[in-house]
């Protein structure tokens, strides 16, 4: 028995905290992690900077496909070692009466061994050693002034054994050893030498207590760091610029990604809406609904090029009074640029969806009652109240309840962004609600179409067919990625393992804007073509000075003779193509604007000779 405890301190001296690292604020915690079973306790922070076991599990579970691949293995225990490291308690000093706790992290061969062992597998698919794992960060050996666990999984040659966790899990298991120690030693004086090690030893089995890395009003966030708590609102709202649910590089490429189609969506729907203006009469219920439907993408594509042109902190964040930055929540105070990106976002998302279901609604029932299209002007005011009316309403009511949040990702201020509630009121049901009633009455058309077959309902039938297609594809995305959206917004909230799948926003981003690039379709035609040649041509004129048209030639017109004009004296109430152009008569100068008429009332075109015409 002595040969054994003798055995266990050993271990434990050589092991003790390696890559340690003290803090005042430590404290020891079972550990979590099913992956890490190699000893009981551990700490936070950890190596990584992590504050939570979660977070740890987090960054532990992304090297998964090299501990499944089996590259090495002291693999797994290194990676727990790093992620969670060993944590033991001190004995109590003078200073203080509670006891000091310290994190023992793995020693460099360790790591050499590892990387040795997993490099080439990393080469095989073109990626490098970690640089936060870099074996330099490590001690290079277990001694009395660094400690640190070299594992215990691979041959030890020469090599002192610091493998320290068997020992330490050997005396949480069996904590007799320790009092079996001191009966020992009492008999064989030679071990008093081990005595400090054995208080270290006993500190760590029996004083194991809840970690305090982060202490706040925030713990049930998965980053309580990059959160504040706000007394006004009793909630825990994230920083301006941290990255909690997406990183930089995903932040970077959203805001490419929403800057192209954003330009294209605005350049596609103003094309649209000039030609419109250019030939107002041309369109007519229900195609004049796309021409505001384009309209809605308009305004909607000039939001996100406001946000690109502010900037994200001038948009989605907001300063407390002396507080930091923080991302705009519901219950906070927007700024005034939150408030003009949120109007237009908003308003423009559901005035498109009202007047894509005003397109199909005035179709079917246009069909059903063989309507001229006409006739549906007179019910426009009704069409644009609800077009207009019910988005600004929603619009209006969203901002008296405080219902703007700003978005980490794309940085927009928009409603439901970090309440579920809000998303699925203001979002998911008026979407479900305006998408659904369109399909109903698409197909309600569809079936009066066939009942009722003509040429105009079968053009119309054919391009409504089109563009449903063009529409109700990506609307669809829309709506189930606010649905994907809602449903697990609460696990990545609070399981730091638990992360958005970022494909499916960049997805959301660009179904919300390749409809208003589409929709322009409508007008793609040969009347389309000549509208914009025209005011080409126009303008065109215009800017090169030629307003006034070419001089006229005049063409040969057969004429005959009169009785009265068959003289060689021209008469002086005869006007002669001369004495009009200057606007006079003989001598005599007449009133500009009036006609010259002969005594006969007739007037007379020609020359000074014989040949003229007589009208």
């Known amino acids: 028995m002595c040969q054994f405890v003798r055995g266990v301190l050993l271990f434990s001296v050589l092991a003790g905290a390696g890559c340690a690292i003290p803090a005042q604020d430590l404290k020891c915690e079972p550990i979590k992690l099913e992956l890490c079973t190699h000893?009981?306790?551990?700490?936070?922070?950890?190596?990584?900077?992590?504050?939570?076991?979660?977070?740890?599990?987090?960054?532990?579970?992304?090297?998964m496909p090299l501990i499944q691949f089996g590259c090495s293995p002291?693999?797994?225990?290194?990676?727990?070692?790093?992620?969670?490291?060993?944590?033991?308690?001190?004995?109590?000093?003078?200073?203080?009466?509670?006891?000091?706790?310290?994190?023992?992290?793995?020693?460099?061969?360790?790591?050499?061994?590892?990387?040795?062992?997993?490099?080439?597998?990393?080469?095989?698919?073109?990626?490098?050693?970690?640089?936060?794992?870099?074996?330099?960060?490590?001690?290079?050996?277990?001694?009395?002034?660094?400690?640190?666990?070299?594992?215990?999984?691979?041959?030890?040659?020469?090599?002192?054994?610091?493998?320290?966790?068997?020992?330490?899990?050997?005396?949480?298991?069996y904590p007799e050893l320790i009092s079996k120690y001191k009966d020992i030693s009492k008999e064989k004086p030679e071990l008093a030498i081990y005595d400090p090690i054995i208080r270290i030893l006993e500190n760590s089995v029996h004083n194991i207590k809840p970690a305090q890395g982060f202490s706040g009003k925030c713990t049930g966030v998965a980053f309580p760091v990059h959160h504040h708590y706000v007394n006004r609102t009793g909630e825990c709202v994230p920083l301006c610029g941290a990255d909690i649910l997406f990183d930089k590089e995903d932040k970077y490429f959203a805001s490419i990604w929403l800057a192209v189609w954003?330009?294209?969506?605005?350049?596609?729907?103003?094309?649209?809406?000039?030609?419109?203006?250019?030939?107002?009469?041309?369109?007519?219920?229900?195609?004049?609904?796309?021409?505001?439907?384009?309209?809605?993408?308009?305004?909607?594509?000039?939001?996100?090029?406001?946000?690109?042109?502010?900037?994200?902190?001038?948009?989605?964040?907001?300063t407390i009074p002396g507080g930091p930055s923080l991302l705009v929540r519901e219950?906070?105070?927007?700024?005034?640029?939150?408030?003009?990106?949120?109007?237009?976002?908003?308003?423009?998302?559901?005035?498109?969806?009202?007047?894509?279901?005003?397109t199909t609604t005035t179709w079917a029932v246009m069909v059903f009652c063989s309507l001229e299209q006409k006739s549906l002007d007179s019910k426009s005011p009704l069409f644009h109240f609800l077009g207009w009316g019910i988005p600004a309403i929603q619009t209006v009511a969203a901002l008296v309840l405080h219902q703007v949040e700003g978005d980490e990702l794309t940085g927009?201020?928009?409603?439901?962004?970090?309440t579920e509630s809000t998303l699925m009121h203001m979002l998911v049901i008026p979407h479900c609600i305006f998408l659904g009633s369109a399909f109903i009455f698409f197909l309600s058309g569809i079936v009066a179409s066939l009942i009722t077959p003509s040429d105009l309902n079968r053009k119309l039938m054919?391009?409504?067919?089109?563009?449903?297609?063009?529409?109700?594809?990506?609307?669809?995305?829309?709506?189930?990625?606010?649905?994907?959206?809602?449903?697990?917004?609460?696990?990545?909230?609070?399981?730091?393992?638990?992360?958005?799948?970022?494909?499916?926003?960049?997805?959301?981003?660009?179904?919300?804007?390749?409809?208003?690039?589409t929709s322009g379709s409508w007008v793609w035609s040969h009347k389309t073509l000549v509208t914009w040649k025209n005011l080409v041509r126009k303008c065109f004129g215009f800017w090169t000075g030629a307003k006034k048209p070419p001089t006229p030639i005049f063409p040969k017109v057969a004429y005959h003779a009169t009785a009265a004009d068959t003289g060689s004296d021209i008469r002086e109430d005869v006007v002669t193509l001369e004495n009009l152009a200057t606007l006079k008569r003989g001598k005599e100068l007449r009133q500009e604007g009036k006609p010259f008429l002969s005594e006969d009332k007739r007037i007379v075109l020609g020359c000074t000779d014989n040949n003229r015409i007589v009208l």
Request: proline share 7%.
């Open 39 to 63: 000893y009981n306790s551990t700490g936070m922070p950890n190596f990584m900077g992590h504050q939570l076991q979660g977070d740890a599990k987090a960054g532990l579970e992304t090297f």
């Open 462 to 517: 054919g391009r409504m067919s089109v563009f449903f297609i063009l529409y109700t594809l990506p609307q669809v995305c829309v709506v189930g990625s606010l649905i994907y959206e809602l449903i697990e917004r609460k696990h990545w909230r609070e399981d730091a393992a638990n992360r958005p799948n970022i494909e499916v926003f960049i997805l959301r981003i660009f179904m919300w804007l390749i409809v208003g690039i």
């Open 74 to 173: 002291d693999l797994q225990f290194f990676l727990c070692s790093v992620h969670v490291p060993m944590c033991v308690a001190l004995p109590p000093t003078q200073d203080s009466e509670e006891p000091a706790h310290q994190l023992i992290g793995p020693c460099r061969p360790l790591c050499q061994r590892v990387k040795k062992s997993c490099l080439p597998t990393l080469h095989n698919f073109n990626l490098e050693w970690p640089e936060a794992l870099s074996c330099d960060k490590f001690p290079p050996m277990n001694n009395h002034e660094h400690m640190c666990m070299d594992g215990g999984n691979t041959s030890r040659g020469n090599r002192p054994f610091v493998g320290s966790s068997s020992a330490f899990n050997s005396l949480q298991n």
């Open 331 to 358: 219950g906070l105070t927007p700024t005034p640029a939150c408030t003009i990106v949120f109007i237009l976002l908003y308003f423009a998302t559901l005035s498109s969806a009202i007047w894509w279901a005003i």
């Open 262 to 318: 954003s330009i294209l969506c605005f350049i596609s729907t103003t094309f649209t809406l000039i030609t419109f203006l250019l030939d107002t009469s041309r369109f007519l219920y229900p195609e004049k609904c796309i021409i505001f439907l384009n309209l809605s993408y308009n305004i909607l594509s000039l939001g996100y090029l406001v946000r690109l042109s502010v900037g994200v902190e001038g948009v989605s964040c907001m």
């Open 412 to 418: 927009v201020c928009f409603p439901g962004q970090q």
